[in-house]
């Protein structure tokens, strides 16, 4: 494809001439569009193929009347092109802008400031020092962008045996929301976001410890500033035609059969410390990985998730949102409780050392009515109220997050007991 281009007439006597001529010639499609769309704004490059006939050159460019003025930047990639002046006009009433000298230097970006309201085309007055094709790409922000990434995934398989095979089949989807004035065509697509799909706010919680400015002595707690949050880039796989004004919903992932793994989990706050008690029941999960079979080796946005059971037509299951999902990355879709396998916390005593420091001694009692061996993991947190140290354990464990992570396969009918050891010491007065 080209851009059309006419042989520029000099301002003067005929601006009127040159406002009505530089009107009819319109661009062509780019070669080439990339759109990088966060929350509430979208980054646009297009790349445009200019064949021109002779050595200076009026373009005619479309632009979003949604589009940032100040942000407008231009590039040639490979050849030297001299920008004599732009101006920013609407299809309806032109206007044109004084003239600014620019030179565009290959591989460099030019950024002139833009007056006014914003207007849907963009006329750059450039040179070249020969007559031939040059690739002219245009970039700029645009507001009124937005995006929500959403999930369906439907369970195959007997829930509540264990032994039953389990297979997921999973959809996922990107709407975006714009209003705006132009179409574009053939884009290559990426959205940008958090961990999270929830909106960014002040931190409700109590934070930093400050002194109130006007009473001294009165200590308040106010709000921490929560520190900025890591995106990422989730690119949209194909290429998106994108109406204005319209909702465009886009195939994110799809993927059927996926081989599901159970695990059964639990967090320390959901324990129980009651020696009489049955204890708590575990929750099931199911497990799959983000590889290649299911997004072609792509991270996964977050977004709102619908769980079935069955096919679609099914009941709803569950509904809850997903995390950000690295490549390759675990994904774990909670099936609720089961009262086949419960877990309970018993304390074997406190004991005081000769160094100073004391020794509480804890067991987990695991009780597996399944007929078949299960793979259980337990986030454990000491109920000990001080800094404290594992200092022994009857099985392998892993340190997160001030957790002690187990994670091991318990067999059929049968109950098992983990005892660890954490070390602590009493504050000195």
Known sequence: MSVSCRNSIRAGGLLALMMGAVASGLAQDPVEVDLVIGRGWACVTETYRVECKRTETTLDLP?????????????????????HGWRLASSRSHRVEPPTILTLIPGDSIR???????????????????????????????????????YQMSVRGEIR??????????????????????????????????????????NDQLGILNLDPFSPLSDLWRPEVAPPALEH??????????????????????????????????????????????????????????????????????????????????????????????????????????QDLLIKRISLGDIQSAAGYYEARWALRIDNTFPVPIEVE?????????????????????????????????PGKYMESVEYTVRYRLPEL
């Open 378 to 410: 337990v986030n454990e947190e000491p109920p000990v109220a001080l800094a404290w140290t594992v200092s022994g354990s009857t099985e392998s464990y892993a340190l997160e997050n001030q957790r002690i992570l187990y994670r091991m396969t318990i």
């Open 112 to 150: 002139p400031a833009a007056q006014g309201e914003a207007r849907d085309r963009l006329l750059v007055d450039v040179s070249v020092r020969t007559p031939g094709t040059f690739d002219l790409v245009l970039s700029y922000l645009m507001t009124n962008w937005n995006w929500e990434a959403s």
């Open 233 to 338: 880039a989730y690119p949209i796989p194909g290429v998106s035609t994108l109406l204005p004004g319209r909702k465009s919903l886009m195939q994110l992932v799809s993927a059927r059969r996926v081989t599901g793994q159970r695990l059964y989990g639990i967090t320390a706050p959901d324990i129980p410390s009651d020696i009489r008690g049955p204890g708590a029941p575990m929750t099931q999960y199911l497990l799959f990985r983000n590889d290649r079979a299911i997004a072609q080796g792509r991270s996964l946005p977050p977004g709102r998730s619908v769980i079935y059971l069955g096919a679609l037509r099914s009941s709803i299951h569950q509904e809850g949102r997903i995390r950000h999902v690295a490549s390759d990355a675990e994904i774990r879709v909670d099936m609720g409780p089961t």
């Open 63 to 83: 632009i979003d009347e949604d589009a940032v003025s100040s942000s407008v930047s231009l590039r040639s990639p490979r050849r030297e092109v001299d920008v």
């Open 161 to 202: 045996n264990p032994a039953s095979p389990i297979s997921i089949d999973l959809e996922g989807w990107v709407e975006l929301n714009r209003m705006g004035s132009r179409s574009f065509l053939n884009a290559q697509v990426q959205v940008v976001g958090g961990e999270t799909s929830e909106g960014v706010g002040e």
